[in-house]
């Protein structure tokens, strides 16, 4: 046998993997959102826009997915930033690695269970109970939008910490003396000289965030309690609930475009920033 | 700059330390702790949905775990010396795998094989020689199938960065020294790569075992682990549950601890 010979039939239980688990479920989603829903739920062969015409009645899971999963991915940038810049720049190096670990390990946890255990401080004998104690009650903070806000900060704060660690690790430190001997103010060196160098790892977070927030279905299931919900949400609804798979179908199909479109337009702008950093630098 | 990392951690490990504290309450009430008992873990053992679901859980995210390994170790070496459209497809569907949410594979996964199914049971029903010819429908299969799917991804990304690390010469010098491909592979490669093919198995066990999203849509009549506690939740929070969750999370830091070892050793060989 050849060598290609080999190599081929060494794919081939991974590619029919691909194509019948992949490939053709997916194909599957395109079609079926372009049909019909059958009398008693499922589908029925058509095409028509229909569907997609309908999209506007599922508008409030769009709109909160498309403002909560950039507001989620700010708040975890700003929580996980300083963090990481202790790791990288100021931490004892002896226990750098130690404390990088204590970072990342919840996330490759169950989110199921860690999102559990907000509901707990959450609801109203955790945290509201503790803040009537202090003279300020009646505070409702369980299924509430700044409740999926804390899930998803939580939830995510590891995945944007560790690139931005990479990065800011990786960084010359004599770069930043340089920027001292010349007279800058630390802020000004961290202004000019950190943040902007630290630009792709900020960029890297936030795409991988942005990208799992989009999907996210368990966090606002959890602390959402029903009141706020993502476009994950409604595609259980409706795949589940009402068997509507013809405008489940385009309720997916659109989800997985608007990620498309919202990461590209991302990483053009990334890659502009990048560039005008350059033109700075010649300067 | 310091004070701030500490309050970080301690809002990463508090929620985590709750359920854990809570898990070895006496009382029945999820608020007040009172007294060290271990009476709930012991319930949850002998309660048999609890002990079903686990059973199920551990069944799929071992053989999955198992298929991704094997199927994506092959094709991790093959894709080493292929080029051209076929390795341009392959870069192409792992993307997709790894980029498309779990929420959309899960529905993917479901309406598709609900459809094939559809077609290939009454051709089955057809042929099938006895009265009761077997009907193809979502469980375990399903299960196994999908989440084979978005581990066997993760593991080609992980040996292919094993073997991108690799070095090139010791191949070469077992062929030069008339090595078959095979020996090569068996004598050479495979022992190099052998601790990130583990780190791999283990990584998939964790997501598999995990993972509620894809479970959710796919598992047809059967109950995971996660869709148990997630419909548990719905009734409130119980210490059982709490206990549950203590034991997870035990169980997966074990093993991510023990993949991590693995994939450092392995570079460190290598």
């Known amino acids: 046998m050849t060598q290609r010979g080999r190599n081929l039939l060494l794919l081939a239980p991974a590619g029919a993997w691909f194509l019948v688990m992949l490939v053709i479920p997916l194909a599957v989603v395109i079609i079926f959102s372009f049909g019909e829903r059958g009398p008693a739920g499922g589908y029925v062969p058509a095409f028509t826009l229909e569907q997609y015409a309908n999209l506007p009645a599922r508008w409030a899971a769009f709109k909160n997915t498309l403002m909560l999963a950039p507001a989620g991915t700010l708040a975890s940038l700003l929580i996980a930033y300083p963090l990481a810049y202790y790791l990288a720049v100021r931490a004892d190096p002896r226990w750098k690695t130690v404390l990088l670990v204590l970072v990342i390990v919840p996330f490759w946890t169950s989110i199921l269970i860690r999102s559990y255990a907000w509901i707990f401080l959450l609801g109203g004998r955790g945290i509201p109970a503790l803040l009537d104690l202090i003279g300020i009650d009646n505070v409702r903070l369980i299924n509430t939008p700044f409740a999926v806000l804390i899930g998803i900060v939580y939830g995510y704060l590891p995945l944007m910490v560790f690139p931005i660690f990479v990065n800011l690790d990786r960084l010359d430190k004599r770069l930043l003396e340089a920027s001292a001997d010349l007279g800058a103010s630390p802020w000004r060196t961290f202004l000019q000289v950190t943040l902007p160098m630290s630009l792709p790892g900020i960029a890297t977070g936030c795409l991988l965030v942005f990208i799992l927030l989009m999907g996210e279905f368990l966090i606002p299931a959890i602390l959402g309690g029903g009141k706020v919900f993502f476009v994950g949400n409604a595609l259980v609804d409706l795949f589940l609930q009402s068997r509507n798979w013809a405008f489940g179908s385009a309720v997916a199909a659109t989800l997985v475009l608007l990620m498309l479109v919202s990461v590209t337009a991302y990483m053009r702008l990334i890659r502009r920033l990048g560039a005008q950093r350059e033109d700075v630098a010649l300067m | ?270």
């Open chain 2, 1 to 270: 700059m310091r004070i701030y990392a500490t309050f970080v951690y301690l809002f990463l490990y508090i929620p985590i330390g709750v359920i854990a504290l809570f898990s070895f309450n006496a009382g029945r009430h999820a608020s007040q702790f009172q007294g060290f008992s271990v009476q709930w873990y012991g319930k949850a053992l002998a309660n048999p949905f609890v002990m079903d679901a686990l059973q199920t859980s551990l069944v799929v995210a071992f053989v999955s775990a198992l298929c991704a390994s094997v199927f994506g170790t092959m094709a991790a070496v093959a894709l080493q010396g292929i080029r051209g459209p076929v390795r341009a497809a392959f870069d192409l569907l792992i993307y997709v795998a790894v980029m498309v949410p779990g929420i959309v594979i899960g529905i993917a996964t479901l309406i598709g094989l609900v459809t094939i199914f559809g077609q290939l049971n009454p051709i089955l029903a057809a042929l099938w020689p006895g009265a009761a010819p077997p009907q193809l429908a979502m469980g375990y299969g399903s299960l196994i199938a999908a989440h084979t799917l978005f581990t066997m991804a993760l593991v080609i990304i992980i040996i292919r960065a094993r073997l991108a690390g690799m070095d090139r010469a010791l191949t070469e010098a077992s062929s030069d020294l008339y090595a078959t491909p095979m020996g090569t592979f068996r004598q050479v490669t495979l022992p190099l790569i052998f601790p990130a093919i583990l780190a791999g198995f283990l990584l998939s066990f964790t997501f598999s075992f995990d993972d509620f999203i894809i479970a959710f849509f796919v598992a047809g009549s059967e109950t995971t682990l996660p869709i148990y506690v997630f419909s548990s939740i719905r009734r409130g929070v119980t210490p059982e549950i709490n206990a549950i969750g203590t034991m997870v999370l035990a169980a997966s830091l074990i093993l991510l601890v023990t993949a991590q070892v693995l994939l450092r050793t392995g570079r460190r060989r290598g």
